[in-house]
């Protein structure tokens, strides 16, 4: 009788220590997850400011690049 007890005390452990270290794995992963999508959205954000164009602009005008100048269309409809 007494083996059974350890025997079964044994496993119990066993398996709580198991458990125990697939939740800590877990619980890492869900703060990494949460921590690499917070990053992803300001890697995010910092792209869409820098796809305007007056950032654009003033980014070209630092190192040096010409500025363009908008070229004007004229349509001439004849009735």
């Known amino acids: 009788m007494l083996t059974i007890t350890l025997i079964t005390l044994v496993v119990y452990l066993y398996s709580f220590i198991e458990i125990d270290k ?3 794995n877990l619980v890492f ?3 990494t997850l949460t921590q ?3 990053n992803l959205n300001k890697e ?3 792209l869409e400011l820098l796809k305007r164009s007056d950032n654009i602009s003033k980014r070209a005008q630092k190192i040096g690049m010409i500025h363009s100048k908008p ?3 004229i ?3 004849n009735d």
């Open 44 to 46: 995010i954000a910092s």
């Open 71 to 73: 070229e004007k269309i």
């Open 36 to 38: 690499l999508e917070d």
């Open 22 to 24: 697939a939740h800590s």
């Open 75 to 77: 349509i001439k409809i």
């Open 29 to 31: 992963k869900k703060k």
